[in-house]
T-cell receptor, first 114, second 115 residues
Framework: GNSVTQMEGPVTLSEEAFLTINCTYT??????LFWYVQYPGEGLQLLLK?????DKGSNKGFEATYRKETTSFHLEKGSVQVSDSAVYFC?????????????FGTGTLLAVQP | GAGVSQSPSNKVTEKGKDVELRCDPI?????LYWYRQRLGQGLEFLIY????????KSGLPSDRFSAERTGESVSTLTIQRTQQEDSAVYLC?????????????FGPGTRLTVT
């Protein structure tokens, strides 16, 4: 079946450090891939997405490239800020079927220290 | 405009009691989803409503779980005879339509604790 595996947290970094959160997936067909973020006390928000192989999603300095050959969608940011502290979820949505439900990874807590 | 709202934000209940969780989607959004997040796990899909179509209930974990939606507005998720394993954060999301291209907007969730 379809599934998402992401690196376990928590990830603790100092401000301005480089961030990578790994995400790999298993899916039939050609899924769309997403990163969602949940800031403390807030709802889940879409951070970025990619809908086909080799697409790069980007937003707020974060990037992720859809790699079909390695079934990966790793999240990166060159210089993190304290305000990036949140839980990050990798997710996929398949193109088949009538229900476009999201399938999520377990989430990775990022803590950025000043 | 207003986002997806959920109530209550927190609910503590005794094992065996019934609970109702409410979701108010964004106005005009025809698609509505319920997800559950248990501690240390990812979000699990529960149920999906799209307009007047029959809901997709394939994610409901047992017959103790049910959900209703009135037209294209409020949805209620009901858990009967709650068990401790039902403790989780229940998230609702809505999207403009049910197609794959439409972004899902999430509410803040209801944290359910069954004692």
């Amino acid at each position: 079946g379809n599934s998402v595996t992401q690196m376990e947290g928590p990830v603790t970094l100092s401000e301005e450090a480089f961030l990578t959160i790994n995400c790999t997936y298993t899916a039939t067909g050609y899924p769309s891939l997403f990163w969602y973020v949940q800031y403390p006390g807030e709802g889940l928000q879409l951070l970025l997405k990619a809908t086909k192989a080799d697409d790069k999603g980007s937003n707020k300095g974060f990037e992720a490239t859809y790699r079909k050959e390695t079934t990966s969608f790793h999240l990166e940011k060159g210089s993190v800020q304290v305000s990036d502290s949140a839980v990050y979820f990798c997710a996929l949505k398949t193109n088949s079927g009538a229900t476009n439900k999201l399938i999520f990874g377990t989430g990775t807590l990022l803590a950025v220290q000043p | 405009g207003a986002g997806v709202s959920q109530s209550p934000s927190n609910k503590v209940t005794e094992k065996g009691k019934d609970v109702e969780l409410r979701c108010d989607p964004i106005s005009g959004h025809t698609a509505l989803y319920w997800y559950r997040q248990r501690l240390g796990q990812g979000l699990e899909f529960l149920i999906y409503f799209q307009g007047n179509s029959a809901p997709d209930k394939s994610g409901l974990p047992s017959d103790r779980f049910s959900a209703e939606r009135t037209g294209e507005s409020v949805s209620t998720l009901t858990i009967q005879r709650t068990q401790q394993e039902d403790s989780a954060v229940y998230l609702c999301a809505s999207s403009l339509a049910g197609g794959q291209a439409y972004e899902q907007y999430f509410g803040p969730g209801t944290r359910l604790t069954v004692t």
